[in-house]
């Protein structure tokens, strides 16, 4: 059973890990001058589902990110089958809970050509409609465990007043990352615990090769903007849809808001992960704050059929440059169409 000083440092090392990362957890003792920072940060591991998720700073990669509202014909349509439809460039695709018919998705790449595929989609009646807005500004808000239950490994309640975003310098300065530098990034969103020594492995690079990129590429030009730390295995994400400045300030009270977007409309896109224990009471409170604002909320279960997540697609990055092939997507699009009219078929001789 933790007492509450043991509470304050737990939370305070959380707040210096999701500004420097848990490469060297020595920094992390002596910027929050906690002596035994690094066994508190080993206990963690050890007793939570510890997650340090890096943020990319995708612009200083050569990509640009988009946000993409769709609205499909078909409830059934699998996410995993959009995900391959677009060749991976899908950083995550969410479906609504409460209209299954809205998916929404970030997409990572160089323009936006890949809406050919979209126009196809619409064309074959897949989907009626569709939205892209490129992502013009992010915030970045550190997850706050001031008010974290460390025994029952729950949030309790709201903060007491708004958080500030956090973003970490951008040292590039001209630096053009190479495919180590990409793949490794990459990897680390993919597998958020992975150890360098078995990253070295699964990349077949040696770990002195993997510790300098990191070291001085991916972390040293700041090709990373922002970590999250997660403590928990959440069972919902929320996206919260407004345009108020005002809106946003209320609604980092909410300890696990830890990304918003800034779209080329003007509105924003808030991210909230957390566990079912906290979903009701988020809702109210946003419901609170729609008299301040016209506000769209969209729930998606941490369930394959609501939710798919990836990586930035590293794996398209080859010789310090991006290949994307978007006649590749068109084949796989054509192929998704008879998939699902195949379905649909099927679907109809077994009603009749």
């Given amino acids: 059973m933790l007492i509450e000083k043991e509470y304050l440092k737990l939370s305070e090392i959380l707040y210096y890990l999701q500004r420097f ?26 007793n939570y589902h510890y997650r340090l998720y890096p943020f990319p ?29 677009f060749d991976g460039i899908t950083t995550f695709i969410f ?8 998916i929404n998705a970030a997409i990572y790449f160089t323009s936006t050509s890949f809406d050919k595929v979209l126009d196809y989609l619409q064309d074959e009646g897949i989907i009626f409609h ?21 025994n029952k490994g729950v949030f309790e309640g709201l903060l007491s007043s ?3 975003p956090f973003e970490l310098p951008d040292l590039t300065e001209g630096f053009s990352p190479d495919d180590l530098d990409v793949k490794i990034l990459g990897k680390k969103q993919e597998r958020a615990d992975i150890s360098l020594k078995d990253l070295s492995s699964l990349l077949g690079v040696s770990f002195k090769d993997v510790l300098y990129h990191t070291q001085a590429h991916v972390i040293g030009k700041g090709l990373i903007k922002f970590y999250s ?13 407004f345009k108020e400045e005002e809106v946003l300030e209320e609604l980092s009270k909410i300890p696990s808001m830890y990304y918003v977007y ?42 394959q059929q609501y939710m798919i997540t990836a990586s930035i697609p590293y794996e398209h990055f080859e010789k310090g440059r991006w290949n994307f092939n978007t006649e590749v997507m068109m084949l796989r699009a054509e192929k998704l169409v008879k998939k699902i009219e195949k379905e649909e078929e099927n679907k109809k001789e077994e009603n009749d």
């Fill in 57 to 85: 700073r995708y612009e200083d990669l050569g990509l640009k990110k988009y946000y993409v509202t769709i609205y499909s014909n078909y409830y059934r349509i699998s996410l995993l089958d959009l995900y391959d439809t």
């Fill in 262 to 303: 800034k779209l080329d409309d003007k509105s924003y896109v808030a991210n909230i992960r957390d566990s079912s224990s906290t979903l009701l009471s988020y809702l109210k409170f946003i419901s609170s704050l729609k008299e301040k604002d016209t506000i769209e909320t969209y729930l998606h279960p941490y369930d």
């Fill in 95 to 102: 479906r609504d809970v409460n209209n299954p018919l809205v």
């Fill in 162 to 164: 708004p958080r500030k």
């Fill in 21 to 46: 990362g848990d490469l060297n957890p020595k920094i992390i003792s002596a910027i929050s001058k906690i002596r035994d920072a690094e066994k508190l940060i080993q206990w963690l591991r050890e």
């Fill in 229 to 241: 730390v997660y403590l928990y295995k959440p069972d919902f994400r929320l996206e919260v849809s």
């Fill in 130 to 150: 569709y939205d892209i807005h490129k992502v013009d500004e992010e915030k970045f808000y550190p997850i706050d465990y001031s008010i974290f239950n460390f």
